[in-house]
């Protein structure tokens, strides 16, 4: 049986998530309505390019922090834990720095090659200037999670930002009724910064809250030492490549189809991605709980908490794919008449989502029990199928060669990472090093 504390723990965090997610779709609908596709479409570009970026400028830190701060508070480490906290925030700040300046200064080739001409380069540039506060944001969300709150992480970091775009934008509008893209942008990176602080102040007030006069060893398990980049080499890769992945139909479709086409294709992953947000909720309250009975060697628990993740996201997505399916007119049209040609899109992805639901929260499982490599080499594979696919079937098909790339790559990467995570949970022994 499923201890209750833990099913109110996913209760919470999928509402939480439930509820970031609501705000994500409402200002994509809001912003299909005000500037049509192609301006929904410059936004989810933008988008793509600030988390693949920050991807690369987090240098691997959050999960790795993640995993780091639930292990050492699991064994009352909590100064060391605030210690590495403090170390890895100077980290990717510099990193994130670095990124930006170097994007903002290359934004004009890079738009010539994406585009082919230098037009998008203030999208370039605005991804650049976005990425400091996301990658401080991801990093200090991820340690509330190691935390013990996923809560808070999951709802600033998913929903944040835009709740204050959502919230400002109709005082801009009525001060000075320009709703062009570039506008929601800025106001996105606005909200992206003052989530970051939010997020900063609560991982500050969570190490304080489990501080102890005397932070005593307790349990088994393996002490981890200091901060050392060299051990963030799979979590760093593993990080960039889901991102690449993920946002590769956002990378792919400007060489190949219109502004408009990107945007039906947008509103169509947005809402296979409401239900994909499930397992990052689910994530969110077992990361902890991973990281804590993979340092024990406890086995047998690795194994029922994965059981339960799968359990929690085929019940939770079921209904949903349901909906997505039978009223996929209807919830196209949320975003506006226009958006009804991407139903076929909207069919395909939900349907390979159904594989990812079914094998649960397998990539954190991995990440929380020393799995980062593995995850990097399933990824790479993953991430040659959606292209290979998507460059074979984008002239014959256009988007929904793409949907079918992105579903097919999508189930085949979990599917392997299922594999690894049912053969760690088999073989884990007690007192496992957390650097092993």
């Not at 139909?249 to 190949?256: C, E, G, K, N, W």
Request: charged content about 10%; aromatic content about 8%.
């Amino acid at each position: 049986m499923v201890q209750t504390n833990r099913l109110k723990c996913v209760a919470a965090a999928v509402s939480t998530r439930g509820g970031a997610a609501a705000v994500q779709l409402l200002l994509s609908v809001v912003l299909g309505r005000l500037v049509g596709p192609s301006g929904l479409g410059v936004f989810l570009v933008f988008l793509a390019g600030t988390y693949i970026a920050g991807a690369f400028a987090a240098v691997g830190l959050p999960v790795f922090t993640l995993r780091r701060t639930a292990s050492l508070v699991a064994l009352n480490e909590v100064k060391k834990a605030r210690s590495f906290w403090m170390g890895g925030l100077g980290v990717v700040a510099l990193a994130s720095a670095a990124t930006a300046l170097l994007i903002y200064g290359l934004r004009h080739p890079l738009s010539q090659f994406w585009h082919g001409d230098a037009s998008p380069q203030h999208v370039v540039a605005l991804a650049a200037i976005a990425t400091i506060p996301f990658v401080i944001l991801t990093y200090c969300c991820e340690t509330l999670k190691g935390l013990g709150r996923p809560q808070l992480g999951l709802g600033l970091q998913f929903g944040g930002a835009p709740a204050f775009t959502l919230v400002v934008l109709p005082v801009w509008l009525a001060l000075s009724g320009d709703a062009a893209p570039s506008v929601v942008i800025n106001l996105y990176t606005a909200g992206l910064a003052f989530s970051s602080i939010a997020a900063a102040s609560l991982v500050l007030n969570g190490f304080g809250a489990r501080q102890r006069p005397t932070d005593l060893q307790s349990g088994g398990g393996t002490l981890p030492d200091g901060l050392r980049l060299s051990r963030t080499t799979h979590f760093w890769a593993s990080a960039l490549l889901t991102q690449l992945m993920a946002n590769a139909p956002f990378v792919i479709l400007p060489f190949v189809v219109t502004p408009d086409q990107v945007g039906l294709f947008g509103a169509a992953n947005r809402l296979v991605s409401l239900a994909a947000l499930i397992l990052v909720a689910i994530a969110g309250v077992y990361s902890p709980m991973l990281a804590a009975a993979h340092v024990r060697g406890d086995g047998r628990r690795l194994h029922k908490l994965l059981r339960e993740t799968q359990l929690y996201s085929i019940v939770l997505y079921l209904p949903m794919l349901v909906v997505l399916i039978v009223g996929k007119d209807l919830v196209l049209g949320l975003f506006g008449v226009e958006f009804g040609a991407a139903a076929p899109l909207l069919v395909v992805l939900a349907i390979g989502h159904l594989v990812n639901s079914c094998t649960g929260t397998v990539t954190q499982f991995n990440l929380m029990t020393n799995g980062e490599s593995v995850e990097v080499g399933v990824t790479i594979l993953a991430l040659g199928i959606v292209c290979l696919i998507a460059f074979i079937l984008s002239e014959p098909l256009g988007t929904l060669g793409v949907a079918f790339a992105v579903a097919v790559s999508s189930a085949a990467k979990n599917a392997m990472s299922y594999v690894r995570a049912i053969r760690t949970a088999q073989s884990v022994v007690p007192n496992g090093s957390l650097d092993a």
